[in-house]
C-alpha cells in the first residue's frame, strides 16, 4: 500500500513557476512509476508527465513538453513537477500517482494522492 501527498499548489501570474511535491509513505517507493495527471473544471483528467524507477527515463504531454520536468528522490520517496512559463490553460487540480507499468492511462495506476489546485491567473 502507498499514500501520497501532493504540495506545492497555488495561484500564479501566466509566465510564472511552481513546483510541485508528492510525498510517499509505505513501503517500496523506488519500484512504482510515478506520474502527474490534471483535471481541470469540465474536462477529463489527463496526463501530465511520468518517470521511471530510477528516473532515468521520462514522458511528457505535448502541452506541456519543454515547461515542466518531473524528477523523483527515492531517499525521500518524493517526486516533483517542476512547472515553468505556467499559461491559463495549465490551470487545474494536479494528481500524483503511483503503479507498476509504463504508460499514459490513468488506468495503469493504482495509487493516487488527493490532488492539489494549481490556478494560473493572466
Known amino acids: 500500500q502507498v499514500q501520497l501527498v501532493e504540495s506545492g499548489g497555488g495561484l500564479v501570474q501566466a509566465g510564472g513557476s511552481l513546483r510541485l511535491s508528492c510525498k510517499a509513505s509505505g513501503r517500496s517507493f523506488s519500484r512504482y512509476i510515478m506520474a502527474w495527471f490534471r483535471q481541470a473544471p469540465g474536462k477529463e483528467r489527463e496526463f501530465v508527465a511520468s518517470?521511471?524507477?530510477?528516473?532515468?527515463?521520462?514522458d511528457y504531454a505535448d502541452s506541456v513538453n519543454g515547461r515542466f520536468t518531473i524528477s523523483r528522490d527515492n531517499a525521500k520517496n518524493t517526486v516533483y513537477l517542476q512547472m515553468n512559463s505556467l499559461k491559463p490553460e495549465d490551470t487545474a487540480v494536479y494528481y500524483c500517482?503511483?503503479?507498476?507499468?509504463?504508460?499514459?492511462?490513468?488506468?495503469?495506476?493504482?495509487?493516487w494522492g488527493q490532488g492539489t489546485q494549481v490556478t494560473v491567473s493572466s
Open positions: 518517470i521511471n524507477w530510477m528516473g532515468q527515463v521520462t
Open positions: 500517482a503511483a503503479g507498476p507499468q509504463w504508460g499514459k492511462s490513468e488506468y495503469l495506476y493504482d495509487y
